[in-house]
């Protein structure tokens, strides 16, 4: 995807006329920037953001530097594009991926929807085909990359926060090599105007613990796929949790190793099975620091 491109472009991309594109500029529904030279150009993020609002659909994506199938607008059947998806990562095509994500944004489905019903279910038959001997090693560890080149793109196309967006920081314990589950955290928060960021995996608690007395946020998630040692992640999660609550942090927790029984010994806000639930608690939270 582009950065910036010009109204002509624009105009192009979408099939309207220049006049009209500079109108829907000068009335603030597209955000323009300047050159030194006094050029208009127009973030294609700001772009993407306008036609998801407004529903135009996309005629000429390359121009915006987009995959070629990238229409936006129009009714799309979620089951459809998740066996589109999984099709895809399979064969390692990235651009169908990355097209049919962003297709679903633009759609207006919720980042919450995408990531539960989509790329989530999608990645799960891609690793149930590698149990079953149908795919190779390879092409589970090659689906895995390309979701998070996907996301990537994803998260380019997001409109920019505002400075006094909520900060919300999190990832995944020392011992935990996965990565998806913290990436698609971030994008269904950015999503709901969090000034997210994924700090990635293996992150041992003491540099947890430093995140989130550093970036001060309201909202602070640990994602658990694997534990290596019991009592040891529960000691440690405990210093961790007793300082969220100290700093009226929300700490949200999620992740196949947190079993009932293991949650039952641990101290958290929130326990999210899914994207949708974490979509909940993310807008109660921003509720309750509002007022």
Request: aromatic share 8%.
């Amino acid at each position: 995807m582009k950065e910036l491109v010009s109204p002509r472009q624009v105009a192009q991309a979408i099939n309207v006329s220049e006049s009209s594109l500079k109108r829907w500029c000068d009335q603030g529904k597209i955000p323009t920037v300047y050159t030194a030279g006094g050029h208009r150009r127009i973030p294609v993020n700001g772009v993407l953001t306008f036609l998801r609002e407004s529903g135009h659909e996309i005629h000429n994506p390359e121009v915006l530097g987009l995959p070629p199938a990238t229409t936006g607008g129009g009714e799309r059947k979620l089951q459809n594009e998740r066996k589109r998806l999984l099709s895809a990562l399979v064969a390692g095509e990235e651009a169908v991926c990355i097209e049919v994500t962003l297709n679903l944004y633009l759609a207006k489905y919720p980042m919450s929807l995408i990531c539960d019903d989509v790329l989530s279910k999608a990645f799960e038959e891609v690793g149930q085909k590698w149990e079953d001997g149908e795919i190779a090693v390879y092409h589970e560890r090659r689906s895995c990359e390309l979701c998070q080149r996907v996301m990537h793109e994803v998260r380019r196309v997001f409109p920019e926060l505002s400075a006094d967006a909520p900060i919300a920081v999190g990832g995944t314990v020392d011992g935990d090599p996965y990565t998806l589950a913290s990436s698609m955290v971030e994008l269904v928060l950015r999503d709901l105007g969090w000034r997210a960021t994924s700090l990635g995996n293996m992150l041992p608690f003491s540099s947890l613990t430093h995140a989130l007395c550093d970036t001060r946020p309201k909202l602070f998630w640990v994602s658990v796929s694997a534990i290596r040692e019991l009592n040891p992640f529960l000691d440690q999660f405990e210093r961790l949790s007793r300082l969220a609550f100290e700093n009226e942090v929300t700490l949200i927790v999620g992740g196949q190793a947190l079993t009932e029984d293991v949650r039952k010994q641990m101290r958290y806000s929130a326990f999210c099975d899914n994207f949708q639930h974490l979509e909940t608690i993310a807008q109660e939270t921003s509720k309750r620091f509002e007022s």
